[in-house]
């Protein structure tokens, strides 16, 4: 049961233009939404994250847009530059749940691999 | 430097073998939390502790088990390895658990020959 796909196991674009990178998630209780970015030989590093309450976070270069009655979030970078070549993870997280187990796991997508071009 | 230590960085053993991957949270933070990456594979979720007490678990195989000591480091066991365990190993930690913020270590690439 795959709750968060990311259908684009790539994306190419050029240096300063928009990259946007695609999720969809099949569970509507997830609370928080979230990016990770992950170079070779690192772990995974917190980008940008919105509410289920919100439609849109910003953060710089970084915005991420989510639409719930479609269940799709998508994460905008403009301009995008040569260093955000990356693997790109959307995860989702719920709150503790009535049994108090979930408290914030996150359950990722499959990840996106970005190469932007000079 | 995300401030989570993993231990070893690489390890290669046997089928049938244990091993046991090692993690210190950043200094503060109360979960943690274990994902495998396989090959071609998102991140999984195995399982969290919170302050020395399982929290949640994910798909993790009975052939693996984890603890959380009171200093708050915590370790994955692995036994009877199979060569499908093969993966990079990570661990998490977090200071606000609900919002999804965690912080990674860098993995342990584990192979099994």
């Known amino acids: 049961d795959q709750q968060v796909k990311q259908n684009s196991p790539s994306l190419s674009v050029q240096e300063g233009r928009i990259s946007i990178l695609n999720c969809d998630y099949t569970n509507s209780m997830f609370d928080y939404f979230l990016w990770y970015k992950k170079y070779p030989a690192e772990g995974p590093t917190f980008l940008i994250s919105?509410?289920?309450?919100?439609d849109k976070n910003e953060d710089g270069r970084f915005t991420v847009f989510l639409n719930k009655s479609a269940k799709h979030l998508s994460l905008h970078i403009v301009p995008s530059q040569p260093g955000d070549s990356a693997v790109y993870f959307c995860?989702?997280?719920?709150?503790?749940?009535?049994?108090?187990?979930?408290?914030?796991?996150?359950?990722f997508g499959q990840g996106t691999i970005l190469t932007v071009h000079p | 430097d995300s401030g989570v230590t993993q231990t070893p960085k690489h390890l290669i053993t046997a089928t049938g073998q244990r091993v046991t991957l090692r993690c210190s949270p950043r200094s503060g933070d109360l979960s943690v939390y274990w994902y495998q990456q396989s090959l071609d594979q998102g991140l999984q979720f195995l399982i969290q502790y919170y302050n020395g007490e399982e929290r949640a678990k994910g798909n993790i195989l009975e052939r693996f088990s984890a603890q959380q000591f009171p200093d708050l480091h915590s370790e994955l066991n692995l036994s009877s390895l199979e060569l499908g365990d093969s993966a990079l190993y990570f661990c998490?930690?977090?200071?606000?658990?609900?919002?999804?913020?965690?912080?990674f270590g860098e993995g342990s690439r584990l192979t099994v020959l």
């Open positions: 919105i509410s289920s309450i919100k």
């Open positions: 998490a930690s977090s200071r606000r658990p609900g919002s999804g913020e965690l912080f």
């Open positions: 995860a989702a997280s719920r709150l503790a749940n009535a049994g108090g187990t979930s408290y914030g796991k996150l359950t």
